[in-house]
């Protein structure tokens, strides 16, 4: 089992920043890509950007150039640095873990609430 916490959410302006971070826990030796999804009131949950074990990213086009995934291996964290931020951008955001292997068994953070003010 994964067990994944999400913090860093809150209300900003428009053009704000904001980080995410995301801590895993439990089996994390079996944790291999991360991402970062989000879901806004009425829609379906979409992915914002992916980060592999070795570093390789993935990111949606509605963020690319402005944010950016990271991890920290050591500490067992994936970040989430959302630099001009657009009220479009507001959703909850969800931390999201796949192990290793076949079948690629999927965990999923409660969720934390990102707010743009326009």
């Known amino acids: 089992q994964v067990q994944l916490v999400e913090s860093g959410g809150g209300l900003v302006q428009a053009g704000g920043s904001l980080r995410l971070s995301c801590v895993a826990s439990?089996?994390?030796?079996?944790?291999?890509?991360m991402g970062w999804y989000r879901q806004a009131p009425g829609k379906q949950r979409e992915l914002v950007a992916t980060?592999?074990?070795?570093?390789?990213?993935n990111y949606a086009d509605s963020v690319k150039g402005r944010f950016t995934i990271s991890r920290d291996n050591a500490k067992n964290t994936v970040y989430l640095q959302m630099n001009s931020l657009k009220p479009e951008d507001t959703a909850v955001y969800y931390c999201?873990?796949?192990?290793?292997?076949?079948?690629?068994?999927?965990?999923w953070g409660q969720g934390t609430q990102v707010t743009v003010s326009s």
């Open positions: 439990g089996s994390i030796f079996s944790i291999g890509a």
């Open positions: 980060i592999t074990s070795g570093g390789s990213t």
């Open positions: 999201n873990a796949g192990t290793y292997g076949d079948p690629v068994i999927w965990y």
